[in-house]
């Protein structure tokens, strides 16, 4: 996720669900990743400092911080896994 938004998406903090399952070089198409696949993923991510998912209204939305570079996230993935 956030290479696809360094790289596809500059400057945008937040990259919408809808994107990532299905806009070309996203998570979704490059790994196959089914929507409810990503979603288990992003629960099991939701409580790291750094990312915040916004699901209200008509957002659904992934925030991430600037900071946090992409290896990091998958180790604190892991990490939340167990």
Same mark, same amino acid.
């Given at each position: 996720?956030?290479?696809?938004? =360094? @790289?596809? &998406?500059? $400057?945008?903090? *937040? ?5 990532? #399952? ?13 929507? =409810? @696949?990503? &979603?288990? $993923?992003?629960? *099991? ?5 750094? #990312? ?31």
């Amino acid at each position: 996720m956030v290479r696809y938004r =360094d @790289r596809h &998406r500059p $400057g945008d903090t *937040a990259p919408s669900v809808p994107d990532l #399952l299905a806009a070309p070089n996203s998570s979704g198409p490059v790994c196959q990743i089914r929507k =409810d @696949r990503l &979603r288990a $993923g992003l629960e *099991a991510l939701k409580s790291q400092p750094g #990312l915040s998912l916004e699901s209200r209204a008509d957002l659904d939305q992934i925030r991430l911080t600037e900071n946090t570079q992409d290896y990091e996230w998958m180790a604190r993935y892991s990490k939340a896994r167990g």
